[in-house]
């Protein structure tokens, strides 16, 4: 297994819609290891195959670390090919992060629960109904694979307050515990 150094705000392949996997092979059974490699290492909830310069509908994820005592453990859980079937019309307000924006944190507001469908890493069929964290990570993740990202929901007045943040994660100027695609 080996990790993969994640690429940064202005990267193209963060603003492109990503290609379903058209079948499971070892490569990609390896490529969603890594990313559960990656995505651990660098402290993070969800990665997305875009993240690490990979323009297909892969994320993965674990909760876990967020959960409520009282809530049972997640552990990882790897997705292809995601779809949201349902999202509620109750929404939340919860402050977000993403590791291809070092640094840079800002509220969020999304639906509270969602239905995903996906397939697992053998390929089948799964379906999950997701509350509170595990909803909004699932969401953060399934719009890098439409190639939006967190700071596109906030207001143009909030996304001005960033731009000095932006510029610097841009000019490869910030310092992270994983390694990012060099500039
Ligand atoms: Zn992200």
């Not at 990313?35 to 990979?54: C, D, E, I, K, S």
């Not at 994320?59 to 990882?76: H, I, K, R, T």
């Not at 239905?115 to 089948?124: A, G, H, M, P, S």
């Not at 307050?161 to 695609?181: C, F, N, R, W």
Request: charged share 25%; proline share 7%; net charge negative.
């Amino acid at each position: 297994m080996s990790i993969l150094p994640i690429v940064t705000y202005n990267d193209p392949v963060l603003r492109t819609q990503a290609q379903a996997v058209p079948e499971l092979n070892q490569e990609v059974e390896q490529f969603a290891q890594d990313m559960v490699q990656t995505m651990y290492h660098a402290n993070g909830l969800g990665l997305a195959a875009p993240q690490v310069g990979r323009s297909l509908r892969i994320f993965v994820f674990d909760p876990d670390p967020v959960l409520e005592d009282d809530e049972p453990d997640m552990g990882v859980i790897i997705c292809i090919n995601p779809v949201i079937v349902s999202k509620s019309e109750e929404m939340v307000v919860m402050d977000e992060g993403c590791l291809s924006l070092p640094e840079l944190n800002d509220k969020v507001k999304r639906s509270e629960s969602i239905v995903l469908q996906y397939r697992d890493i053998t390929f089948n069929e799964q379906e999950l109904s997701l509350t509170g964290w595990p909803a909004r990570i699932v969401l953060h993740e399934m719009d890098h694979l439409d190639g939006v990202l967190f700071i596109d929901h906030l207001s143009s007045f909030r996304r001005r307050m960033h731009k000095a943040q932006l510029s610097d994660i841009e000019a490869g100027l910030v310092e992270t515990s994983y390694p990012l695609k060099p500039k």
